[in-house]
């Protein structure tokens, strides 16, 4: 079945520094990629979402790059802040029209 | 504008026991689906309902989840009867269109099953 992988499960980065976060996706007619940030005990809430006929989106420090060929997409943060640090997760469209398989998360800390 | 409304927040049940949660979304928002998370795992799709009507119940454990939106407005979710591995939190989402647009997630509510 449709499948999407995450990594990596941790990221620990210093404050100040860029992080990247990489999903990878199976369904080939998958053609929507939002990013979700959990807190913790909180709603996963939306950060940004890209479509598969743009090849990057770009929101303050907050940015998402799809490779379609290799069904690959990636969520970079610069300039990170300790209010980064949470659970983030990627997903994918099953089918063109279809509801959201997610990955299984990634735990980004910001250390001051 | 109102978020997606999910209770309760907490429950604690036994196993073999049967529970139920309410979701009301966002007004205007006729697509509704309703989400496993276990703690440590992405979010895993139970059920999908546009409107009314199921869209999507390929991963509902059937002999003993059931969901149902009868108005297409508010939802309800019912396991009975519970397994331990039912423990997660179960969250709540609507959207606007189908397919292919931002999910509105509940603040969910955390199951622990005894």
């Known amino acids: 079945g449709e499948n999407v992988e995450q990594h990596p499960s941790t990221l620990s980065v210093q404050e100040g520094d860029s992080a990247v976060i990489k999903c990878t996706y199976s369904?080939?007619?998958?053609?929507?990629f939002p990013w979700y940030k959990q807190e913790l005990g909180k709603r996963p809430q939306l950060i940004i979402d890209i479509r598969s006929n743009v090849g990057e989106k770009k929101d303050q420090r907050i940015a998402v790059t799809l490779n379609k060929t290799a069904k690959h997409f990636s969520l970079h943060i610069t300039e990170t802040q300790p209010e980064d640090s949470a659970v983030y997760f990627c997903?994918?469209?099953?089918?063109?029209?279809?509801?959201?398989?997610f990955g299984k998360g990634t735990k980004l800390s910001v250390k001051p | 504008e109102a978020g997606v409304a999910q209770s309760p927040r907490y429950k604690i049940i036994e196993k073999r026991q049967s529970v139920a949660f309410w979701c009301n979304p966002i007004?205007?928002?006729?697509?509704l689906y309703w989400y496993q998370q276990i703690l440590g795992q992405g979010p895993k799709l139970l059920i999908q309902?546009?409107?009314?009507?199921?869209?999507?119940d390929s991963q509902l454990p059937k002999d003993r989840f059931s969901a149902e939106r009868l108005k297409g407005v508010d939802s309800t979710l019912k396991i009975q009867p519970a397994k331990l591995e039912d423990s997660a939190v179960y969250l709540c989402a609507s959207s606007s269109l189908q397919g292919n647009s931002p999910l509105h997630f509940g603040n969910g509510t955390r199951l622990t099953v005894t």
């Open positions: 369904d080939s007619a998958s053609n929507y």
């Open positions: 007004s205007g928002h006729a697509t």
């Open positions: 997903a994918a469209s099953r089918g063109s029209q279809g509801n959201l398989i």
């Open positions: 309902f546009q409107n009314n009507g199921v869209v999507d």
